[in-house]
């Protein structure tokens, strides 16, 4: 397979999280997000996957989900599940999801590891904006991360919470009082 067909499937599977957004509705992917707990396998494909995911009342659910590139090299997503919903179910959110972010995970490492060695090395606060964003969970292990030794104590969240002075009353110049 030549590079650029590599990178017509990488940008086609799995959706992006902005693609999800337009393919299911809030309430879905929260559903879905609660539910990737729920599923018990998934077979992954190039372009699709198949999955099983298991329902409330301990019923499993048969997934069948596919991306294909239409003729103007536009992505389109079809999913068909044996659930009542039968489309992109709750059940389909949820496989979707945990593919995303298996697929992102080594952005966010790479993100991860860019923001250790700045904060180790005392990086300008210019340079810290330039680096690539971190999601919560992410900031979280950089904090864990950077507590770690050789990082002198001062860098601890909750000794700078401490220290950090009380916000004082505004004060008007004495003039402005009449
Ligand atoms: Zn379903």
């Known amino acids: 397979m030549t590079d650029s067909a590599l990178a017509e499937l990488a940008r ?7 693609t999800l957004r337009t393919l299911f509705s809030r309430q879905r992917l929260q559903r879905g997000r609660s539910l990737q707990a729920q599923i018990i396998e998934i077979q992954r494909s190039p372009t699709g996957a198949n999955a099983r995911v ?6 499993s659910f048969e997934l069948a989900l596919q991306g294909v590139l239409d003729r103007d090299g536009q992505p389109h997503y079809s999913a068909l599940c044996s659930c009542r919903s039968r489309r992109f179910c709750e059940h389909a959110a949820a496989v979707l999801l945990s593919l995303q972010a298996e697929a992102d995970a080594p952005r966010r490492e790479q993100a991860l590891q860019l923001w250790v060695a700045a904060m180790q ?17 992410d900031a979280a292990r950089l904090m864990d991360l950077l507590q770690q030794p050789p990082v002198e104590a001062r860098w601890h969240p909750a000794a700078q919470r401490q220290s950090r002075p009380r916000p004082s009353k505004p004060c008007r110049p004495s ?4």
């Open 12 to 18: 086609l599977w799995p959706p992006e999280a902005a």
């Open 54 to 59: 298991r329902g409330a009342a301990g019923e």
């Open 121 to 137: 090395r005392r990086a300008p606060r210019s340079e810290l904006q330039r680096l690539p964003p971190l999601e919560a969970a």
């Open 175 to 178: 003039s402005s009082r009449a």
